[in-house]
């Protein structure tokens, strides 16, 4: 805007403006306009030269709120998401048809007056009079235009809104005034261009290019003279002239519009006369906004990456900030989910449990090296419904992420254990008494005040043949809980914290996990993308990388486009190579011949650990390559189903082990995932066995799940019960893992003993 002269007087626009402000009974009149009594509203005189001069001199325009493209790391659409749907279009790309309509039904003076029709003004004052209600209204279209500025600005807070539509004469002023400053700084070409993307045309639809697609599915450039009639005559009362639920008005009002056009001179009568008997045509295309709508059901991914973008300080300093880019959209995020491997987790999870079972599965997969997350998925649908077995919580991620507190971890908490040990200086061989039976030791040294067992509480093994010595290639294979227990009380829970503190590994609820003995069973509460997030460490030979779902992202503000800055995946070793290239021989075990052998794949090195919990609630495999690693959890979210004489995917289960539902889910899901992959090798590690294998190996009563050895998720551990469920000892561990693989016998507790898990930590 001018500012004063030299001299101190006005320039020519603020006289006029200043006239204009003066003439506010042309301020007060003009509000009265539209308002059949002013004082039953509240008008006072705040319409004085003093209000008008006070005001800001310039317009604060916000960027237009537009639909925001989420993309897959291939550049394929996951979902639309907005909190507006709106696409800003130039002029160039709108009918003609349209402009004229707009123009001529709502302001067909625009090119021949300037901010304010004061001709319009005395006519509507003269029919509002005469009629005694207000049947027109003098607003231009660049008032209007201003009064929408307002209501973007106010986005989606009602109070705001409210106070950006209230019938005043202090929000009539600022409306004149600044639409003095837009007429002279845009020009009539650029108003029309702003209004026809800034305004309102009902059904979820912003801006003329959204409306074109939702009523016609169709762009605003190819909108033909009927069409564009029938947009125009939206403008006025979206709800009122909605075609979709009121085709009559609807077109009653289209037709005023070609009507008016004809009498402007925008078409001739014949066009009009035409135009008039030609039906509404309507093509609806119904709105797709949200993670609803995401491909391959990927929505709790899409979830997730709303959740980043909202949480992570690299979009903004605080939470209001990055809210407000979110919710002003135009942005085009491109993710690292991988089409292919969203489409294997999909399928698997189909293939093994139904929606509609008693229990649920959820899968994550991540790049070792990256952290990239490449699929997330779970058997129950993204939504709203609960008819449809749907939910909106992400079973995947921690409860900031997606309000799931994560859950028990069983025996695939034990190779943590195993890499303090091994970081402490112990050996690959390290051997334990592992006695059926064990006295937890105490104290136990922490990073803080030791532990002690101050209740005496034992912890007992599958069953009574299942006594060492063991040392760790079998104790892991066959996860004995004793010798893990044994283990913690030789290094201290200090180094174990430590090394999940490295490999990120957090409670659900975010805090850090507990220094007490059972978190070497897996009692703690985990997420899958948390569990698969730290194997990828021992993939990729000790180096942990923060998982990342996000690549880049490009901002649309008008017709400029600026990239953002991402998070990036911060990668620091956890331990060395050697103690990882150990793990993964270790862990390689239970694939080829141990109690993951149904989740092994037989053309690439893998390795991994199954694990099930307290009676069965949960069932977890935990599994990597080097190239991928996969977290698969079932179980109950509400953690309230015992997982026996139960039917998953169509499939009845006596027991659900880990190996025999989360490991063909992994297996699968992964399978799929790594067609086309490289076949990458594990760094061989020879672990010595002085000793020969025991005979018991063979013996009938372990309880294995390929029936032999009770190898299975046999060893009680990690509940409710006492020191986490430690005192289960496997009451149905052994039970259990003798059902399946025959034989067993159930071990007997002092009274008053809890019974913890079935197996929570105990056999993966």
């Known amino acids: 805007m001018p500012k004063k002269r030299s001299g101190g007087g006005l320039s020519s626009t603020q006289q006029a403006a200043k006239f204009l402000g003066v003439s506010v009974l042309a301020g007060a009149v003009m509000a009265g306009i539209a308002l059949p009594a002013v004082g039953a509203l509240g008008l006072a005189a705040k319409g004085s030269v003093e209000s008008f001069d006070e005001l800001p001199a310039n317009l604060k325009t916000p960027p237009l709120s537009q639909r925001t493209s989420i993309l897959d790391a291939n550049g394929g659409q996951i979902a639309t998401v907005y909190s507006r749907d709106r696409t800003v279009v130039p002029l160039k790309n709108i009918s003609p048809y349209l402009q004229k309509a707009i123009v001529a039904i709502e302001d067909s003076r625009f090119y021949e007056h300037g901010a304010v029709d004061l001709k319009g003004v005395l006519r509507a004052l003269n029919k509002n009079a005469r009629s005694g209600e207000v049947s027109e209204g003098a607003s231009t279209l660049t008032q209007q235009y201003v009064k929408n500025v307002f209501v973007e600005e106010a986005g989606d807070d009602p109070t705001k809104v409210a106070q950006a539509t209230q019938q005043t004469i202090g929000r009539k002023i600022a409306e004149l005034k600044y639409a003095i400053q837009v007429e002279e700084e845009l020009g009539k070409k650029k108003i029309l261009e702003n209004y026809l993307n800034i305004t309102f045309f009902g059904q979820q639809a912003y801006g003329v290019e959204a409306a074109a697609h939702r009523y016609f599915s169709k762009s605003a450039k190819d909108l033909n003279l009927q069409e564009s009639a029938l947009l125009a005559g939206i403008v006025q009362s979206p709800s009122r002239y909605d075609p979709v639920n009121d085709e009559a008005e609807a077109k009653k009002r289209r037709n005023v519009v070609i009507a008016r056009m004809a009498q402007v001179g925008d078409v001739s009568q014949a066009q009009a006369d035409k135009a008039a008997k030609a039906p509404l045509g309507l093509k609806i295309s119904k709105p797709k906004n949200g993670c609803i709508t995401a491909v391959d059901d990927a929505g709790f991914f899409c979830d997730y990456v709303r959740n980043v973008f909202l949480n992570d300080p690299v979009f903004g300093k605080t939470k209001e900030d990055r809210a407000k880019i979110w919710n002003q959209g135009g942005l085009t995020i491109r993710t690292t989910l991988d089409p292919q491997a969203q489409s294997s987790v999909r399928q698997s999870l189909k293939d093994h449990v139904n929606a509609s079972d008693e229990v649920s599965a959820a899968t994550t997969l991540v790049e070792p090296g990256t952290g990239k997350i490449v699929a997330m998925g779970q058997s129950k649908p993204y939504g709203t419904n609960a008819k449809q077995h749907e939910t909106v919580i992400n079973y995947s991620v921690d409860y900031a992420m997606g309000t799931s507190n994560g859950f028990p971890t069983g025996s695939t908490f034990k190779p943590f254990v195993a890499a303090a040990a091994l970081e402490e200086g112990r050996p690959a061989t390290q051997e334990y008494p592992s006695p059926y039976e064990l006295t937890v030791p105490s104290p136990i040294q922490t990073c803080d005040k030791p532990y002690t067992n101050e209740d005496g509480t034992k912890i007992p093994n599958e069953n009574e043949s299942e006594k060492g010595p063991y040392r760790l290639k079998k104790a892991m294979a066959l996860s004995v809980n004793t010798y893990f227990i044994e283990m913690v009380a030789d290094i201290g829970l200090c180094p174990v914290t430590k090394m999940t503190d490295k490999l990120h590994v957090k409670q659900g609820t975010g805090k850090n996990l507990p220094q007490v003995p059972s978190i070497a069973l897996g009692t703690e509460s985990v997420s899958p993308l948390t569990m698969a ?113 139960i039917t998953i995917g169509g499939v009845y289960h006596d027991l659900v082990y880990g190996s025999d539902t989360p490991g063909p889910i992994w297996k699968d899901a992964m399978t799929g995932a790594l067609v086309g992959k490289g076949a990458e090798s594990f760094v061989p590690v020879n672990i010595p066995d002085p000793d020969k294998e025991r005979e018991d190996r063979d013996k009938p009563g372990r309880g294995q799940d390929d029936g032999g050895n009770g190898d299975n998720e046999g060893n009680g551990n990690g509940g409710e019960g006492l020191l986490g469920g430690l005192t289960d000892g496997g009451n149905n561990g052994g039970n259990d893992g003798g059902a399946d693989g025959g034989g067993g016998t159930e071990p007997t507790f002092p009274e008053g003993f809890f019974r913890g898990n079935d197996n929570g930590g105990g056999r993966g």
């Open 533 to 645: 997030s730290a194997y990828a460490a021992f993939a990729n030979r000790g180096m942990y990388c923060t998982p990342i779902a996000i690549e880049a992202v490009t901002q649309r503000v008008g017709e400029t486009k600026k990239s953002l800055e991402v998070p990036k995946s911060t990668c620091s070793r956890a331990m060395s190579e050697g103690t990882a290239d150990t793990i993964n021989a270790l862990l390689k075990g239970v694939v080829d011949s141990g109690t993951g052998q149904q989740a092994g794949l037989g053309d690439r090195d893998n390795a991994g650990k199954t694990g099930t919990t307290d009676e069965r609630r949960n069932a977890w495999f935990v599994g990597y390559t080097p190239n991928l690693s996969g977290a698969v959890w079932v179980g109950s979210a509400t953690q309230q189903v015992k997982m026996r004489n």
